[in-house]
């Protein structure tokens, strides 16, 4: 490595002469043999520049050719993406399907989505809230509309189920704790009822929200489902459906959102508005959080005897990382 | 070991300290309470015993009630020490004390803990926060709000100006505006300022149809400061730009609409 080296012996103290325009390597030099770290990095950085010149020159010809042949140009390649590598899942929705249609008719929340009830929501903890549970508890019912906080001292969960039903709850939120924050949701709808059981991260509170507006008004939000394609997306987003009143009043400008991506469920609430046809903004107001689905019970909250409709088991789901379930 | 004391090792211990009167081995006559599985038993070392190490420990099985336990260790121990027999009675109301606690405790809930692995949860972290910048939130809600406008889910509150409307349509909207107008909030200040700013943003159509209302007016201050105020609200009627926290009015417009469709779009295909 003559060349190499008798090169580099000029450059050690300035850190180089300006890199020539075409450095010529010779061709059993390699970078990694040089024994000296300063000598060896100072090459490693040339020979990197030589690639991205050529990575450049590569890309401008393409694009050239691409123009020169106008029309005719093969279509431009797609890059991959684990959406759209995602292995197919059989159980994904057709949106024509008439055996879905006909169980989303005849399932737990048929009476709500036909208008029949309204729904009323109890929004509780588990035993002993810290200060920022409680503050979540306290926006997420501004956010819901119709729903109620209560405290739970200590009260076993089997027994005031009865109670909720007696007083006419549609649907049970249970916010587990953890240390302080908030880590763990049970969504249970009640008159017997689906319960989702989620795991909760990246809290964020109002004030822990860039540039939010004012609170949240009491108008009923709109709500976007966003991404729920499978079987158990369909149901999981039906429940979240139902948490809100059927008629979104669109004077609020309210929205709240889930999206559902690579099986992590985002909760935004936003106000939006329309600064013409084509442009809308929107301001994030209200609380945000992430959701994981751990598990589907048929019935309402029961840990010992409930029936599972699903269970996300480690050793089995987690294997691929292109395959999701939601 | 604390500074004082040493405790014993060894099970038959009546009190837990290494003691000269308290240690089994130095004692040829001893005796212990000690509890299985909810059971207590009497436990006495006699020293004619002393040569058959499998005999050594002979054990009584106590009363369930307490009482009645009580009498049955004095009647078991009589002629022994005092400080034996004071000591047993004393571990033996200990261990009913703590198995009664035990009972209680089952009966309540009790907080699982389920231990978090460390490997998984770096791995969710992560594979969360991919997801997260994969998700690209704010364009999919825009998308899916101008989508659901598209669809005319929103009725008639907005009413943007197509190329295809006539500005004459618009001007009868500005003047039923108008009459509307008391409902509406008023903001002087506001609206002069907003009218420079909008005559940026809004589209062409809105230019030329705000121009035209502002030759059309005369050049009263008045006059125009109405027909401003009517222009910004006819064009503010859907689109009052988003000007930062500070300057966001809300408008709440009162129109009356007659369908409410469903909201929720359910499924997206990813």
């Known amino acids: 490595a003559g060349d190499g080296s008798g090169l580099v012996g000029a450059a050690v103290d300035d850190g180089g002469p300006p890199a020539p325009e075409r450095v010529l390597f010779p061709p059993t030099f390699s970078v990694s043999e040089i024994k000296n770290k300063q000598r060896r990095h100072f090459m490693f950085l040339r020979w990197k520049q030589q690639q991205r010149k050529e990575k450049l020159a590569a890309k401008k010809k393409r694009r050239k050719e691409r123009e020169a042949l106008g029309d005719k140009a093969p279509p431009k390649a797609v890059p991959k993406t684990i959406e759209n590598q995602r292995v197919y899942d059989e159980t994904t929705v057709d949106p024509n399907d008439e055996e879905v249609a006909f169980d989303e008719a005849t399932d737990e929340f048929a009476p709500y989505f036909n208008r029949q009830t309204v729904p009323k929501i109890l929004i509780t903890t588990s035993d002993r809230p810290r200060g920022r549970t409680v503050r979540f508890c306290e926006q997420l019912s501004t956010v819901i509309p119709n729903s109620h906080v209560y405290y739970r001292r200590g009260l076993a969960l089997k027994r005031i189920i009865p109670q909720c039903i007696a007083r006419d709850f549609t649907d049970l939120i249970v916010i587990n704790e953890d240390r302080k924050i908030p880590n763990g949701l049970v969504l249970s709808h009640l008159p017997d009822g689906p319960t989702a059981h989620f795991r909760m991260s990246s809290v964020r509170l109002r004030k822990e929200i860039k540039r939010t507006g004012k609170e949240p008004t009491e108008h009923v939000p709109e709500v976007i489902l966003n991404n729920f394609t499978t079987r158990l997306g369909h149901s999981v987003g039906r429940m979240f459906a139902s948490l809100f009143p059927h008629d979104p009043q669109f004077i609020g400008r309210q929205v709240a959102t889930f999206h559902n991506q690579r099986d992590y469920i985002f909760f935004r609430f936003h106000r939006y508005i329309f600064k013409s046809e084509k442009k809308v903004g929107i301001q994030e107001l209200g609380p945000r959080f992430t959701l994981k689905l751990r598990s589907l019970q048929k019935g309402t909250f029961d840990s010992k005897f409930g029936e599972y409709e699903w269970i996300h088991k480690r050793r089995e789901m987690d294997t691929s990382r292109r395959k999701f379930h939601l | ?270």
């Open chain 2, 1 to 270: 070991r604390t500074k004082t004391q040493n405790f014993c090792r060894n099970e038959y211990n009546l009190t837990g300290l290494c003691n000269r009167s308290s240690c089994p081995l130095a004692n040829s006559q001893y005796a212990t309470i000690r509890e299985e599985k909810g059971r207590c038993y009497l436990y006495m070392k006699t020293i004619e015993r002393a040569a058959f190490p499998r005999r050594l420990w002979e054990r009584v099985l106590l009363n369930k009630n307490y009482e009645k336990a009580l009498e049955e260790i004095d009647e078991n121990l009589i002629y022994w020490p005092r400080f034996i027999r004071h000591k047993c009675k004393q571990r033996f109301t200990k261990i009913t004390q703590y198995l009664i606690r035990i009972r209680k405790l089952t009966l309540k809930r009790q907080r699982k803990l389920v231990p978090l692995r460390r490997k998984i949860e770096r791995r969710e972290n992560r594979r969360e926060e991919k997801a997260l910048i994969a998700a690209q939130l704010d364009n999919a809600i825009e998308k899916e709000l101008l989508e659901r406008l598209k669809q005319d889910t929103y009725g008639d509150i907005y009413n943007f100006p197509i190329h295809a409307f006539d500005k004459a349509l618009q001007q009868q909207d500005v003047e039923s505006e108008s009459e509307s107008d008391a409902e509406k909030e008023d903001d002087d200040e506001d609206t002069d300022t907003r009218e420079f700013v909008e005559a940026d943003d809004s589209d062409l159509s809105d230019f030329e149809d705000m121009d035209k209302l502002e030759t059309s007016s005369e050049e009263e201050q008045e006059e125009e400061e109405e027909v401003e105020k009517k222009a910004s609200h006819s064009t503010s009627k859907g689109k009052t730009p988003l000007k930062g926290p500070a300057r966001r009015k809300r408008r709440y417009i009162e129109i009356e609409y007659e369908e409410e469709t469903e909201p929720t779009t359910r499924t997206k295909a990813a």
